[in-house]
């Protein structure tokens, strides 16, 4: 399945990623607070790549989570906009970027 490659490997090769959709107004929010640390991050618009829906669901497989954004940080599922904003107010978002 090459859904489940396109993920891995996304996963796998960079620091930061995050699975978004170009108009998801949480993958924004999520987004910008990577930009406002300087955070540099892989981000794949699920909406605009052709086997976006298949990412998506396998994700979902993955971690059970079905919405975006679906953030991953050294490989460990972070979760979604709420939680990326958690783990910045409470340091642990540092932390993760540092390991």
């Known amino acids: 399945m090459a859904a489940k490659s396109t993920v ?3 996963i796998k090769n960079n ?3 995050v699975f978004s ?3 998801c107004p949480y993958c924004i929010k999520a987004k910008k607070l ?3 640390l300087k955070v540099s991050f892989a981000a794949f618009e699920l ?3 052709e086997e976006g829906s ?3 669901a396998y994700l979902k497989e ?3 989570q079905s919405t975006v954004p679906n953030i ?3 490989q460990q599922h972070v979760g979604g906009c709420d939680d990326l904003h958690a783990a910045h107010r409470d340091g642990r978002l540092q932390k993760m970027l540092e390991a």
């Open 15 to 17: 620091k930061v990623a």
């Open 62 to 64: 993955k971690n059970g």
């Open 47 to 49: 909406d605009q790549l």
């Open 72 to 74: 991953y940080i050294n």
């Open 8 to 10: 891995e490997d996304a």
């Open 34 to 36: 990577l930009e406002s």
């Open 54 to 56: 298949a990412m998506q």
């Open 21 to 23: 959709k170009s108009y």
